[in-house]
């Protein structure tokens, strides 16, 4: 019991000092965006929500701290929450826009910065993978509902319903091997997304951008089924 009481303090103080910027973020937005109480809640409410399953997932993982990549990563969220509050606003754009681009940024960060520490782990990666998707739901979400195209939306959602797939097919469960070009293909994503929400290329442009990114997505992770699947076919030695 005492070894679970000090392995959670490291953990519960970054989750604290990511609610602080979170706090600092949102008032920034309120006072030079004009963001409303209730955007301010629902990123509040997301920001709970996720830390409450960051901490269990640091629980189950017996992980003490989830070391400096892991604060990186924390402010990532923290930045992704604050974009939250600016969705569907086409004249906040410019700082949704901004707020994303830091966030990507930061993802070529926290990697470099677990493994210089040694601190590279399962939990990490998983994080920062989750952290990615979230981002990727809400540059959707925004891309959707000031440009009117909702099929935007699969790009964000694919990766969710894999992994809902996974629960009815336990093969899709299986470990995958590390491919860069699943990675490429992941920042494509965020880049194309993040032009979209920009609003700098011409309506059709801007679609056929889009489509390609998903067409690249559904062919990546149509390889990882077709790994699983044959891994799951594969006879036990």
């Not at 301010?40 to 929500?49: F, K, N």
């Not at 974009?83 to 826009?97: D, I, K, M, N, P």
């Not at 998707?133 to 694919?158: E, I, R």
């Not at 979209?196 to 290329?201: I, K």
């Amino acid at each position: 019991m005492i070894h679970r009481s000090r392995a959670a303090t490291p953990t519960a103080l970054q989750l604290a000092a990511a609610g602080a910027l979170l706090a600092g973020v949102l008032a920034l937005l309120v006072v030079t965006v004009g963001v409303g109480a209730l955007r301010v809640l629902a990123a509040v409410a997301v920001a709970v929500v996720a830390g409450a399953l960051v901490a269990r997932a640091a629980r189950r993982a017996g992980a003490i701290t989830l070391g400096a990549a892991g604060a990186v990563t924390l402010a990532r969220g923290v930045l992704v929450m604050g974009a939250v509050t600016l969705v569907g606003r086409v004249e906040a754009s410019a700082v949704l826009v901004g707020l994303a681009v830091v966030a990507l940024a930061l993802d070529a960060v926290d990697g470099p910065v677990a493994r210089r520490t040694g601190t590279a782990s399962a939990l990490g990666a998983r994080l920062d993978v989750e952290f990615d998707a979230f981002l990727l739901v809400v540059l959707c979400v925004h891309v959707a509902l000031t440009g009117g195209d909702w099929w935007v939306l699969a790009v964000g959602l694919l990766r969710y319903a894999f992994v809902a797939a996974g629960r009815v097919l336990p093969w899709l469960r299986g470990e995958l091997p590390v491919r860069r070009s699943a990675k490429v293909v992941a920042a494509v994503q965020g880049v194309v997304l993040i032009v979209a929400a920009a609003d700098v290329l011409p309506p059709v442009v801007e679609r056929v951008a889009i489509a390609v990114a998903l067409a690249a997505l559904v062919w990546s992770f149509g390889v990882s089924v077709v790994w699983l699947w044959r891994g799951a076919r594969r006879p036990v030695r």
